[in-house]
């Protein structure tokens, strides 16, 4: 079982315009919520997180929005840049029991910011 | 600050032989994760070490995959024998603390399995 899923395997966007990557959960036991970019032969390096507590956060251009009734999360990147093209990977962390503080990711979706 | 080192980066067997990934985490931190990263799939822990200890390896199929931290800072992962469906990338990570530091990621191995 799929416990975090990301439905859109990739997302084509023009510079200067908003990306809106979405993530979905069906699991109510994780207390944060992160966001992995990753590059081509690179790992994935930490973006932005939120709380469970929390509905948005944001630092500079991310946003990342938390609806708990949904189980959803988005991230938003305003403006877009060529240099944010790249996987994008929704993680969740476990609150407890033998599932705390581990990390669930979803399958990724892969950002193209076109010039 | 150096990052997270793996090595090979790349590596191509045949099924039925073994392979061993080598890692050397971020000086200090004291926790070191293995992750499985199946094509079109996001990252599986595999293993969790706190120092030298196991903390977590319920994802970690023991008949043929082992790990060690020995001295609790560098770790190697190995598979004996491998299978088809364990071409993957193999990705370390490591984290000051255990449970809620962010998880610093090394570039993986990228393992071929013919």
């Known amino acids: 079982d799929q416990q975090v899923k990301q439905n859109s395997p990739s997302l084509s966007v023009q510079e200067g315009r908003i990306s809106i990557l979405n993530c979905d959960y069906t699991n109510s036991m994780f207390d944060y919520f992160l966001w992995y970019k990753k590059y081509p032969a690179e790992g994935p390096t930490f973006l932005i997180s939120i709380s469970s507590i929390k509905d948005k956060n944001e630092d500079g251009r991310f946003t990342v929005f938390l609806n708990k009734s949904a189980k959803h999360l988005s991230l938003h990147i305003v403006p877009s840049q060529p240099g944010d093209s790249a996987v994008y990977f929704c993680?969740?962390?476990?609150?407890?029991?033998?599932?705390?503080?581990?990390?669930?990711f979803g399958q990724g979706t892969i950002l193209t910011v076109h010039p | 600050e150096a990052g997270v080192a793996q090595s090979p980066r790349y590596k191509i067997i045949e099924k039925r032989q073994s392979v061993a990934f080598w890692c050397n985490p971020i000086?200090?931190?004291?926790?070191l994760y293995w992750y499985q990263q199946i094509l079109g799939q996001g990252p599986k822990l595999l293993i969790q070490?706190?120092?030298?200890?196991?903390?977590?390896d319920s994802q970690l199929p023991k008949d043929r995959f082992s790990a060690e931290r020995l001295k609790g800072v560098d770790s190697t992962l190995k598979i004996q024998p491998a299978k088809l469906e364990d071409s993957a990338v193999y990705l370390c990570?490591?984290?000051?603390?255990?449970?809620?530091?962010?998880?610093?990621f090394g570039p993986g191995t990228r393992l071929t399995v013919l």
């Open positions: 993680a969740a962390r476990g609150a407890g029991g033998t599932s705390y503080g581990k990390l669930t």
């Open positions: 990570a490591s984290s000051l603390a255990a449970y809620t530091d962010t998880q610093y």
């Open positions: 070490f706190q120092n030298n200890g196991v903390v977590d």
């Open positions: 000086s200090g931190h004291a926790t």
